[in-house]
């Protein structure tokens, strides 16, 4: 039965596993989708178009994949390729889940992926899992190396967790109540023009270069509280994203769609010790990885210790025909000129 009125791709393959602990359960399922006749069928047929699985049931609710060869009319696409999981059920809870999606040549071997993260889907959210943006000359060189079959795999690897009893929790939402109304602050930070009021004892728990700052020997020494700071090196907007993982433990809903902005948030992350938050940057950049900007995402991985990030730029360069064309760009000339030689040939280190 296909899932709305687009066309069907192919039949999935779905693995279940159940783990149960307690009031809750855990159920994991594995869909593979097989794309074929990427050039020759789904190249063309417009923005908003899309092939996609079967719907297949994992934790007691409807799901499907789907897949635009074209881009799916918003924006943020830019002119690529997008696959994403949609939630099909009609609960009137968000469901908790953990997605992740990637594309397989035919070998098996990845080539672009979206990390599992802590999600809540909802019947309203019509691509409520992780988008995973693909560029049009990769899915090109999959499609080549697909041979007869002129294709390739999109994998959805889904965990939806059932809980029996108990609500959802409300604490990153109080949590975040408290960050923007200051309610019981005790330290402002001055940001550009800007000052922002926090908790320190938060702080403290979530960053150990805040805890250092505002607890450490130098605080104890004079015997006093650390109520205000400078900080420098940091954009306010880029401060006020960071303040807003710290107290909820996710990514402001506009983070993904400012590659810069998410290019700032990874310095800053690592610079104050956040590494989930580091983590969570490299997954966003690594979607959007072009021919435009490889060299520089790749220039940022390797000074800041990004491996994840650094590996999904060295795949990239390694598909036929992408190489070359990155070697004539303006950025690995400027690159080459100025900075070591780029790793190419060592593997993924």
Excluded at 9 to 20: E, F, K, N, P, Y
Excluded at 176 to 203: C, I, N, P, W
Aim: proline residues 4%.
């Amino acid at each position: 039965m296909a899932a709305n009125n687009s066309s069907t791709a192919a039949g999935g393959h779905l693995t279940q596993i159940c783990r149960s602990l307690h009031t809750t359960e855990d159920v994991t399922a594995t869909l593979d989708l097989e794309v074929a006749g990427y050039s020759t069928r789904l190249v063309g047929m417009g923005a908003g178009e899309s092939v996609g699985s079967e719907t297949f049931s994992v934790g007691g609710h409807d799901w499907d994949i789907r897949f635009f060869p074209d881009g799916d009319g918003h924006d943020d696409c830019a002119g690529r390729a997008v696959t994403y999981l949609r939630y099909l059920g009609q609960s009137k809870e968000k469901i908790r889940a953990w997605s992740a999606m990637s594309v397989l040549a035919k070998d098996g071997r990845p080539v672009a992926s979206v990390e599992a993260r802590e999600l809540f889907f909802a019947p309203d959210d019509m691509n409520g899992g992780d988008p995973l943006f693909l560029s049009k000359s990769m899915l090109k060189s999959l499609s080549e190396l697909g041979g007869d079959d002129d294709g390739f795999t999109i994998r959805c690897v889904l965990t939806v967790r059932t809980v029996s009893g108990g609500p959802p929790t409300e604490l990153p939402g109080q949590l975040e109540r408290v960050l923007s109304e200051g309610t019981g602050a005790d330290v402002t930070f001055r940001v550009g023009g800007r000052k922002f009021r926090a908790h320190r004892a938060l702080l403290a728990a979530r960053s150990p270069v805040f805890r250092a700052q505002l607890f450490g020997p130098a605080v104890e020494e004079k015997k006093g509280v650390r109520r205000r700071v400078k900080v420098v090196g940091v954009e306010p907007a880029v401060f006020q994203m960071m303040l807003h993982y710290i107290y909820t433990d996710s990514l402001p809903p506009c983070a993904g769609d400012d590659e810069v902005a998410v290019q700032h948030l990874l310095v800053a992350a690592d610079r104050y010790g956040l590494d989930r938050l580091k983590l969570m940057c490299e997954e966003e950049l690594s979607k959007r990885i072009e021919v435009d900007n490889i060299v520089s995402t790749f220039a940022l991985a390797k000074r800041h210790h990004c491996k994840r990030l650094k590996d999904a730029c060295l795949m990239f360069m390694t598909l036929p025909d992408v190489l070359d064309v990155v070697l004539e760009t303006d950025g690995f000339k400027a690159h080459f000129m100025t900075c070591q030689p780029m790793d190419l040939e060592g593997g993924c280190k």
